[in-house]
């Protein structure tokens, strides 16, 4: 992960790979399933579709200007694609939307997992159809013009049949919208993606469902594919089963590791010291879950990675990259915990105890806590705080090391320490205005590395008030979480950079998505 100002221009990484379209199965299930699974077997996984176009006409209502496309192959959970409305358990209308006094809304029933679309107060030749996505609405080429119909003669209103959301088979966790169009008329309206209510019974179990969607079944990673955010997205994923009891995508945990464990160098190892750590403690996270040793054992291996570039400039500490000497506060922060955290599941460990305490001594004489008990990016070629920014994501992550280095050791002053850093963090009116949290220079993008921070922040304090008997941190989690729930959050459950608002469109990356779903597994957890 880039450190956003790193001093003496080091390096940038390399261009992170393109963003990978997931579509829809292109299997057809052959018969329905008797019954829907809270918690789905996996099953393989399903190529993706490219995108599919409609005959280009203006668009209103977010609908993207698309030609016709082929039909999409059947769908069964429950019952299997095109039931009729007319069966359907349950009828709750998330969206709608106008165009040219017509009203199109979009129908989802919950028991049913189905949904289906309708257009009133229009008239005969008007054309009413769903959308079906898999990508959280990015794209909907498997699904496009579901159910097409047009108002009958005689009649001012009409509707699709039903179709599912989910395609389990597959592991595709979808989203409809109901799209329309006046006979008459070019443009068309669509409304806005929602889905049923299975897997998202709760505000983190929808925030946990919503990132899946953008989980790629192809590489094992979540969309745009980026690799240090990949480790953090799976960790909220873990970290929501557990908290929540939500099993239902852990098989996440498995193909991503089946995927990607020999990339790279190797279990989760590259060059970036910190991208390490962050896989290293998402391993942890998995073990936990799980129990399997293989993920305790790549954690250990990127622990030992870590250490080799321990060095003695500025008198200790990890550097950043391995061809790059910059000693920062964010890669020995998960230094700390990742030792912290192995030696805590290690019976009889002293190596990675010793490693973790030695860190801390480091890292707390080191000058990257200043003077208002906020820690800023790193130190200078001269081995002093450089100034730079403080982002959340360096307040956050060293509470978690220090929650974990506690369990270890005992020792109850560095629980003091961290409640003086986290103190100082939940109050500054600089990285909270208005009392939410908010990103250093925080953009309206959600797919650069900042997009990732506040998520890390929220995890590591949400850690530390769990370790803290009188939870002083849940009232200062609680009012993130309402203010992202009321403030960023569409009908679909995903959320954007600004937790205290505005509210703006996101075209791409899972950084904001994680960052929530982190949020709400922190104040579920208090």
């Not at 379209?21 to 789905?40: E, K, M, Q, Y």
């Not at 990675?305 to 200790?316: L, N, S, V």
Request: with cysteine; hydrophobic share 35%.
């Amino acid at each position: 992960m880039t450190s956003l100002s790193a001093p003496s221009a080091p390096a940038r990484r390399p261009a992170r790979s393109p963003r990978r379209a997931v579509g829809s199965a292109t299997a057809v299930a052959l018969t329905c399933l008797l019954a829907a699974s809270l918690s789905p077997v996996t099953r393989a996984d399903a190529a993706p579709a490219e995108p599919g176009t409609r005959t280009a006409t203006t668009t209103l209502g977010g609908a993207a200007p698309q030609a016709a496309a082929a039909p999409a192959a059947e769908i069964c959970d429950i019952y299997c694609d095109a039931r009729d409305p007319g069966a359907a358990t349950g009828d709750r209308i998330p969206v709608s939307t106008t165009i040219y006094g017509r009203t199109i809304q979009l129908h989802v029933s919950d028991p049913d997992v189905m949904g289906w679309g309708s257009l009133d107060n229009g008239q005969p030749g008007d054309e009413v159809w769903l959308d079906r996505s898999f990508d959280g609405g990015r794209t909907w080429s498997s699904g496009s013009r579901l159910g097409g119909t047009t108002v009958p003669g005689g009649s001012t209103g009409w509707r699709t049949q039903m179709y599912n959301v989910d395609d389990w088979n597959n592991l595709g966790v979808g989203a409809l919208r109901a799209c329309g169009k006046a006979g008459d008329r070019a443009e068309i309206a669509c409304t806005g993606w929602a889905r049923n209510d299975r897997n998202a019974g709760s505000r983190s179990t929808e925030a946990a469902t919503a990132l899946m969607m953008l989980w790629d079944r192809n590489t094992g990673l979540f969309e745009t594919n980026g690799w240090w955010t990949g480790a953090n997205a799976l960790t909220a994923v873990i970290d929501n089963a557990r908290i929540s009891g939500m099993g239902s995508y852990r098989y996440a945990i498995t193909q991503t590791y089946d995927k990607n464990v020999n990339a790279r160098e190797g279990q989760f190892r590259n060059e970036y010291l910190d991208d390490t750590g962050w896989w290293g403690l998402a391993w942890i996270a998995a073990y936990d879950l799980t129990g399997d040793s293989r993920y305790l054992s790549t954690a250990r291996a990127d622990a030992d990675h870590m250490r080799a570039y321990w060095t003695d400039k500025c008198g200790g500490g990890v550097q950043w990259n391995t061809g790059i000497a910059y000693k920062n506060a964010i890669t020995n922060e998960l230094y700390i915990q990742l030792n912290a955290a192995l030696h805590n599941r290690i019976p009889g460990d002293t190596t990675y105890l010793q490693r973790a305490q030695q860190g801390w001594d480091w890292f707390r004489a080191s000058g990257m806590i200043n003077s208002d008990n906020l820690i800023n990016d790193g130190l200078n070629d001269s081995c002093v705080n450089n100034g730079q920014p403080t982002w959340t994501y360096n307040q956050g992550v060293i509470l978690g090391a220090l929650a974990e280095l506690h369990r270890a050791t005992g020792d109850a002053g560095l629980l003091s320490t961290a409640r003086a850093l986290a103190d100082a963090s939940t109050s500054s009116t600089y990285l909270n205005p208005g009392g939410v949290l908010r990103e250093v220079n925080e953009g309206d993008d959600c797919d650069s590395d900042g997009a990732s921070f506040k998520g890390a922040y929220v995890r590591g304090l949400g850690k530390l008030n769990v370790a803290l008997g009188d939870r002083p941190y849940s009232g200062y989690l609680d009012r993130q979480a309402d203010a992202a729930y009321t403030n960023d959050r569409d009908s679909l459950g995903m959320y954007g950079p600004h937790w205290n608002g505005p509210r703006v469109p996101v075209t791409a990356g899972h950084g904001c998505q994680h960052g929530a779903l982190d949020l709400f597994n922190a104040a579920q957890a208090s």
